[in-house]
């Protein structure tokens, strides 16, 4: 008996350290084909640069880093999370970058075993009475980046305002989260089409309304061909504040257009926090560009999840969900942590977009808005 007893210790002693040596495989879900491909591809390369500062490691364990573009497409988005933990095996998913995805691939990740951490999208639903203790979202929640603005106009004295979003999760809390803190006249709010690139008719409907300002959501190439149709219409001297409108992504593309409009967020790359500079500069050096806050979500994600694996491994989930909610990590942002609902506690800003002395067209910090802010939604989220 004893010696069936040290047996069996034996090999369970050695199937542990065969289990802690095992690579850590993060599967990577994220749009990275049409004409948002661009914030796919800056959260990629924020992921990538992280692997690369991390020296290819998770917590002292090989990294495996299995990329795959969801297409924009939440059908296609769930078989391929599916296929990623069922088939490959993934401890972990970084993604998505839109809302819509992230509805479709919450329950195929986290009901097969794996922990999904969101570098960008922060839907309302999760944050509040569908929140899931294997989501964790490193980035913000929808509603709070459009708060930075409503925040704004009230201190500004700004009593009109007129709102625009695409008609999906994101920019439903986009328009919501603005509405929640605004305390002007909203003289009208409309939703087009997601992926729309023509606004001649809803800018005419704003000239005709008259406000003091325009608050819109629109990402991508949807904020490119608002930005420069807004200038085409003349409609310049009716200030158009935003967010995930005019970024690092957008920016190139809008230019001169945009300069001095004003967005609310969580990071610019001029940000006073500990390695930001070195970010940014690594970042411009391995890729030829400014990095974004989808970037900066991305990296955090990395680096997230590298400082639980290193704590906990990734064998006892209790552990490893512990490790995650500790967020044991130096943030680009600065002050990071965790609300019950696995949302973030952090500061935001106003930045304004301008040209740097080196020719980059980048957005720069004005002042700081609201400080270690939590969502509005923890309260309805039954974690504790």
Known sequence: MRKLALSTSLLLTTATMALADDPVRIGVLLTLSGPPAVLGEHAR???????????????????????????GKPDIAAQKARELVEGQGVDFVIGPIFSNIMTA????????????VSPNAGPSSFAGAECNPDIFVVSYQNDQMPQVLAEHMNREGIE???????????????????KSLFKGQVLGELYVPLGQLDFSGELAQIAAAGPQAVYTF???????????????????????????????????AEQDAALGMLTGSNWAPDLDTPGNAEFVTAFKTDYGRVPSLYAVGGYDAMMLIDSAVAAAGTEDRDALRAALKAA????????????????????FYLTEAIKDDEGFYRTS?????FTAAADPYVAQCPLD
């Open 45 to 71: 390369d924020g992921i990538l640069l992280a692997e690369k500062m991390l020296e290819g490691k998770i917590g002292g364990r090989e990294a495996q880093i299995i990329v795959v573009d969801d297409e």
């Open 105 to 116: 691939i919450a329950a195929p990740v986290t009901s097969a075993g794996g922990i999904l």
């Open 160 to 178: 009109t305002a007129y709102l625009l979003a695409p008609n999906y999760q994101a920019g439903q809390d986009s328009l919501n989260g603005f």
């Open 218 to 252: 629109m990402p991508g190439g949807m904020g490119v061909n608002l930005v420069r149709q807004w200038s085409q219409a003349g409609l310049s001297g009716i200030p158009m504040m935003s967010a995930f409108t005019v970024d690092e992504t957008t920016l190139p």
């Open 328 to 347: 044991d990590f130096d943030s680009l942002r600065g002050s990071f942590a965790f609300s019950s609902n696995n949302f973030p506690i952090q500061d």
């Open 365 to 369: 910090v004005v002042e700081k808005v």
